[in-house]
């Protein structure tokens, strides 16, 4: 067994997925299956870092990510009733679909970070769907959002 990088201890029965370098238990940085998980693609494929490394190539990424879903979590959505509110905007970009959620606001937020990570002001004509799923005796929801982007002018409310 060889010694861990950062604290010498000979217990480092991990390596660091970016450096290859040796490191134990108590000092790697892990990465969670749920740090990304509204992310459309996600670069880093590894899960355990050094501290080093973390701070290098995992920390600047988490820390958009973490910035963007505070921004998602604030965004304005208008579903597809308040025409009234929305017949002035300009609808020319791709419908954006959010689905295997399991909650409605689950999937409002998901919809809402695509729309901030395709660097949107707002979303409109948004509709959210139920499907059951049925795995046996078990029977479960699974919500769909889906909604337009659209990008507000400074003149534009």
């Not at 000979?10 to 290859?20: D, T």
């Not at 009234?84 to 959620?101: F, Q």
Request: charged fraction near 25%; charge should be neutral.
């Amino acid at each position: 067994m060889s010694a861990c990088s950062v604290c010498l201890t000979a217990k480092a029965g991990l390596s660091c997925g970016e450096c290859s370098a040796p490191v134990c238990k108590s000092c790697a940085e892990f990465l969670a299956d749920d740090d990304f998980a509204f992310m459309p693609k996600v670069t880093l494929t590894k899960t355990t870092y050094c501290p080093t490394c973390f701070d290098v190539h995992v920390r600047p990424d988490l820390d958009i990510y973490n910035a963007l879903l505070d921004k998602a979590k604030d965004f304005p959505v208008y579903s597809k009733s308040q025409t009234k509110e929305t017949r002035l905007m300009r609808r020319n970009r791709p419908k954006l679909i959010a689905s295997d959620c399991e909650d409605k606001e689950e999937a409002l937020l998901k919809l809402a970070f695509l729309a901030v990570y395709d660097a949107c002001t707002a979303i409109v004509d948004v509709e959210v769907i139920s499907k059951k799923v049925r795995n046996h005796a078990y029977q479960t929801l699974t919500w769909e959002a889906s909604g337009l982007p659209i990008k507000l002018d400074k003149n534009q409310k």
